[in-house]
């Protein structure tokens, strides 16, 4: 099983950084991780995504030129992301969906890096962590969704498409 996990890990980074160092580019990637911290009792996230590929999506969406991480960025691009996200990315613990926020976002190359917390999270409570994630699912029939779990020691990854957008960590 951990062979399989750092395979994940190896995989995800490796076409991630392949493809940030591109003008253009022909897979369909995010990479999103998610850490419990017993300090915050929170779960805390980066969620890593391509920005034509946003721009894409907020165009098509919204009707908007959304020009991500540039001075040209449109006011309500990070409005209309939110609400997406809203739809698309979900964490539920034990079978109850999870309120999150987007703290803030940064530009890593051709990469937005959203940060991303949800409060109130206690460990003794949850005994399993579903993690449904669509993210451009419904605009690229390509795209896949790389998520890597690490709650109590515990490290679970998941590969997401279109036809699979969830998976679950049940919790010992």
């Known amino acids: 099983m951990r062979c399989r996990y750092v395979k994940f890990i190896i995989l995800g980074c490796f076409f991630l950084c392949l493809l940030s160092w591109s003008g253009t580019h022909k897979f369909y990637l995010s990479v999103t991780q998610v850490n419990y911290s017993e ?75 959203f940060f991303i917390e949800a409060k109130d999270v206690y460990l003794n409570d949850i005994y399993e962590l579903e993690v449904y994630n669509a993210l451009l699912t419904d605009l690229f029939d390509e ?17 997401l498409m279109k036809d699979k957008p969830s998976g679950l960590l049940k919790l010992d």
């Open 39 to 113: 300090k915050e009792h929170s779960l805390q996230m980066t969620s890593r995504l391509f920005i034509d590929d946003l721009n894409s999506l907020i165009l098509e969406r919204y009707s908007i030129d959304a020009h991500f991480e540039t001075k040209d960025q449109h006011p309500l691009a990070m409005q209309y992301l939110e609400v997406y996200f809203q739809k698309k990315f979900k964490l539920i613990i034990n079978g109850k969906a999870l309120e999150y926020q987007i703290l803030g976002q940064k530009r890593d190359t051709d990469v937005v890096v």
């Open 143 to 159: 795209q896949q969704n790389v998520v890597h779990l690490k709650i109590n020691n515990q490290k679970k990854s998941f590969l």
